[in-house]
């Protein structure tokens, strides 16, 4: 969906995947990197975010998301982040309240296959495939609490949802299941903050940090 964006000899290939997977390492780069590297979420620069959380039964739940999106991660008319409120131990940072000059658009009919979220959520719970739709299905919230407008005629927002299987159910699956949802959908949205506050500006494409004079908290750096 970005190859218009750069250089259009910045085509992946399958030997891209492989090389990516060659090259995995314990510390997630978010921001410009994967798929976020020429994403862009409502006239601001978007990117590859992730957040994560530990229940208390110790069963652990994640989410991984392309911000690339039509619509807004910012509320023109509060100058605030919509998914700002989902937070975890002040993981955002000390953010600032925008100034309203954001105006609502959408992207022209030619542009349409250029925006969509991806996202996966993974747990360590052993679901099956039908308690793992359901948490899918939940998860996709998570897009439209961080994001405004969601799921437009312009996006392709997709969110999976996969089990390593470590760990067992008990008896009371369905309430299991719609933790494990609720929680997932809270990820997907915090991935999304961070996907825009890691991001930074490329081709002309301010990111959140230049454009307001802040730079968010960036897990990349060693």
Do not use: W
């Not at 910045?10 to 976020?36: D, K």
């Not at 020429?38 to 957040?51: D, I, N, P, T």
């Not at 793992?132 to 949802?161: E, S, Y």
């Amino acid at each position: 969906y970005d190859l218009y964006r750069g250089e259009k000899h910045g085509r992946i290939s399958s030997n891209s995947g492989y090389t990516a997977c060659l090259n995995v390492g314990e510390t997630l780069r978010q921001g410009n990197y994967g798929a976020g590297t020429g994403a862009v979420s409502g006239g601001l620069k978007g990117g590859l975010g992730s957040a994560s959380e530990v229940t208390e039964s110790g069963a652990c739940v994640g989410a991984l998301a392309a911000v690339n999106s039509a619509g807004y991660t910012c509320d023109p008319s509060l100058g605030g982040f919509y998914a700002r409120g989902i937070e975890l131990e002040n993981e955002y940072g000390c953010l600032k309240h925008l100034p309203i000059d954001l105006s609502v658009s959408y992207p022209s009919r030619g542009a349409s296959d250029e925006c969509t979220v991806l996202g996966v959520v993974a747990t360590d719970v052993g679901l099956s495939r039908v308690e793992l739709t359901k948490v899918a299905q939940m998860a996709q919230d998570g897009v439209a609490r961080a994001i405004r407008p969601a799921h437009t005629m312009f996006d392709g927002d997709t969110v999976f949802a996969i089990s390593t299987g470590r760990l067992e159910v008990g008896c009371d699956r369905a309430g299991l299941v719609s933790c494990i949802g609720h929680i997932a959908a809270d990820a997907v949205s915090r991935s999304i903050m961070h996907g825009v506050l890691s991001a930074e500006s490329v081709n002309g494409i301010e990111s959140y940090g230049e454009k307001y004079g802040m730079h968010a908290f960036i897990q990349n750096k060693d």
